[in-house]
């Protein structure tokens, strides 16, 4: 994994010399996350957190490069009978995303990009009640394609854009609790390589930009997140987030 990350950032650095297009992204957003994962609990849990973004992209020519970190933060309550229930979570999510595409091909001012991916992300909670399990976590350092449409589109003499961005990792490496303690001698109780079959993982995201006359935007952007690992204790999750971005030229 450290290799694949290694090539591509080098790879980047050779093709994005001279670029004259760098961008910065700034956001804030709420988020909807459900978990149901069995090393925290037999029931599923969900709830509204809050989040931010900062972000760098690169395009030349037909290349585009862009990392995204991102972090969240909220409260979890369990699914069934959460009014009667006292269990909740603490919960701490954080991403870091980077792609490299390229377009082969344009059609009617659309421009198609496919590329590599490196998707990691770590979700952490702390459970109010539970003791064996008060720690729970979910790590997971992913790779795979990335694919993404962007089309100009001009409103009330104004410049906008649409752009969809779908990315589909094909495995991962992933770090979870034991079968009984999060944590066996100190070390993290479940880790390993997974694949499709027992890892599945799609990030599918939609982005309406306004084109400011200095050459920055400002961006909505819906994301889809999803995540499910079949291995030892299963886990699933899935989030919706709404964001709104100022992205700086420079």
């Known amino acids: 994994m450290e290799k694949l990350i290694t090539v591509l950032l080098l790879s980047t650095t050779f093709i994005l010399k001279g670029q004259h297009n760098h961008y910065l992204n700034f956001g804030l957003g709420y988020t909807y996350q ?89 979700d952490y909670r702390l459970h109010n009640r539970y003791r064996n399990s008060s720690v729970n976590y979910a790590g997971f350092a992913s790779f795979g394609f990335n694919f993404l449409v962007k089309k100009p589109l001009q409103f009330w003499d104004k410049s ?46 939609a982005d309406l930009l306004w084109n400011l006359s200095n050459g920055n935007q400002v961006k909505l952007s819906y994301l889809w997140e999803y995540t499910s690992l079949n291995v030892l204790n299963t886990y699933q999750s899935g989030s919706q987030n709404l964001s709104l971005s100022i992205i700086f030229k420079f």
């Open 160 to 205: 906008f854009g649409l752009q969809y961005n779908l990315i589909l990792p094909i495995g991962t490496y992933y770090m979870r609790p034991g079968y009984i303690k999060p944590f066996l001698n100190g070390e993290i109780g479940s880790k390993g390589f997974a694949f499709w079959g027992d890892f599945f993982q799609m990030d599918s995201r």
């Open 34 to 122: 459900t978990v149901k994962d069995e090393a925290l609990s037999p029931v599923s849990y969900s709830g509204h957190m809050a989040h931010f973004r900062l972000g760098y992209y690169d395009e030349i020519k037909n290349w585009i490069s862009s990392v995204e970190i991102s972090g969240y933060g909220g409260v979890q309550e369990p699914d069934v009978a959460s009014e009667l229930n006292p269990s909740r979570t603490i919960s701490g999510l954080g991403r870091v995303v980077y792609y490299l595409a390229y377009t082969p091909y344009s059609y009617n001012g659309y421009k198609f990009y496919a590329g590599v991916v490196s998707h990691n992300s770590l």
